[in-house]
Nanobody
Framework: QVQLVESGGGLVQAGGSLRLSCAAS????????MGWYRQAPGKQRELVAG???????NYADSVKGRFAIVRDNAKNTVCLQMNSLKPADTGVYYC?????????????WGQGTQVTVSS
């Protein structure tokens, strides 16, 4: 199993920056993909940024050029650097990890951290 703990959310003005961190523990060597999702009020959860074990990244079109997902293997942490924030970026951000094992593929989620961008 994998445990995920997020930190770094908060309130920021439009144009500002925030850095979210996700610390993974447990069966970390079985993790193939990690990512950040967000859910705005009244909307479905959506992928913001993903990072595979071979270093490939993908981003939602709305955040390309503003957000960056990075992995610190020494600290078992994945971070989301968010720059030039917009009110539309407001939501609860969730860290996700996909574990592949002999028994199958499993999704794990953090508890979520609130990001609020004021205009």
């Amino acid at each position: 199993q994998v445990q995920l703990v997020e930190s770094g959310g908060g309130l920021v003005q439009a144009g500002g920056s925030l850095r979210l961190s996700c610390a993974a523990s447990g069966s970390i060597f079985s993790i193939t993909t990690m990512g950040w999702y967000r859910q705005a009020p009244g909307k479905q959860r959506e992928l913001v940024a993903g990072l595979t074990s071979n270093g490939s990244t993908n981003y939602a079109d709305s955040v390309k050029g503003r957000f960056a997902i990075v992995r610190d293997n020494a600290k078992n942490t994945v971070c989301l650097q968010m720059n030039s924030l917009k009110p539309a970026d407001t939501g609860v951000y969730y860290c996700n990890a996909v574990e592949e094992s002999a028994t199958g593929e499993f999704d794990y989620w953090g508890q979520g951290t609130q990001v609020t961008v004021s205009s």
